[in-house]
C-alpha cells in the first residue's frame, strides 16, 4: 500500500523517496469510498511536505507536480483563489521545464477554475493549448479530457447543443476505449458530465451527432471556429 510505501521511504532516510511516496499517498489517504474533495483535503498536508522536500532537494519537477496538486486539495476545500493562484504556478513551472504532458494538466486545471470564475475566454485559450500539447504528443486519455473540457465551456456560455454534441463523442470513446477519465470530477472545480442519453429531444439528437464521430473528429469540432462548427 502506499501507506507502508511511505513507511519503507521515511525509514531509508532518502528525501527523494520520501517526497516520491508522500505525492502518491497524498490521492489516495483515506481508506474508503470518499468523495473527491475529501481525499484531495485529507491529502494537502502530504502534498505540502512533499513539496518542501522537492525544493530542499532542488526537483523543479516534483515541485511543478506537488504544486499541481495542492490546486486540486485548495479547490476541493472551496479556496478558489489559492487554487487558481497554485494551478498558475504549475502551468509556468511545467513551461518553463519543458514538459508537455505536466503543462497539459495544469492548463486543464487553470481552465476548469476559470470557468469557475467565469472568465471563459481565458479559459477556452488554456484549453485550446493543452489539446494541442496532448494531440502533439499523441497523448489519448488527455485528448479525451480536453475535449469534455470543451463540453463543460460550451455549458457554461449556455450552448446546450454544442455540449451534448461533444458528450456525445466522448461517451462514444468511453465505449471503445475503456477510458474514463471524467468519471471521478470535483464538484468544486470540475464539470459534471451529465446523465447520458439525455431525455430532451433536441438534446438527443445532438447526442446522436456526437455518437457518430470519432474522437479525432470531436478535437476538429472543438478547435474550429464556431461560426464554422
Do not use: K
Amino acid at each position: 500500500s502506499y501507506t507502508r510505501a511511505l513507511d519503507a521511504a521515511r525509514r531509508s532516510g532518502r528525501p527523494a523517496l520520501i517526497a516520491e511516496a508522500l505525492y502518491n499517498l497524498g490521492f489516495s489517504p483515506i481508506e474508503d469510498e470518499s468523495t473527491p474533495e475529501a481525499r484531495y483535503i485529507a491529502g494537502r498536508p502530504l502534498f505540502e511536505e512533499a513539496r518542501t522536500l522537492y525544493r530542499e532537494i532542488g526537483d523543479d519537477a516534483g515541485v511543478a507536480r506537488t504544486t499541481w496538486a495542492l490546486a486540486l486539495a485548495y479547490g476541493a476545500d472551496g479556496n478558489i483563489d489559492a487554487a487558481a493562484e497554485a494551478a498558475m504556478e504549475s502551468a509556468a513551472s511545467n513551461r518553463r521545464l519543458g514538459d508537455p504532458f505536466g503543462l497539459g494538466w495544469s492548463l486543464h486545471l487553470v481552465a476548469g477554475i476559470n470557468v469557475v470564475r467565469r472568465r471563459l475566454d481565458e479559459a477556452e485559450r488554456d484549453l485550446r493549448e493543452a489539446l494541442g500539447l496532448f494531440t502533439d504528443n499523441g497523448d489519448v486519455s488527455g485528448i479525451v479530457l480536453l475535449v469534455g473540457d470543451f463540453a463543460m465551456l460550451a455549458r457554461a456560455r449556455g450552448d446546450d447543443d454544442r455540449m451534448w454534441r461533444i458528450v456525445g463523442a466522448i461517451e462514444r470513446a468511453r465505449r471503445e476505449t475503456g477510458l474514463d477519465v471524467l468519471n471521478d470530477p470535483m464538484e468544486s472545480v470540475e464539470f459534471q458530465f451529465p446523465d447520458v442519453p439525455p431525455t430532451d429531444p433536441a438534446a438527443l439528437a445532438a447526442f446522436n451527432a456526437g455518437l457518430t464521430w470519432t474522437i479525432d473528429d470531436a478535437v476538429a469540432f472543438v478547435l474550429a471556429d464556431p461560426a464554422e462548427a
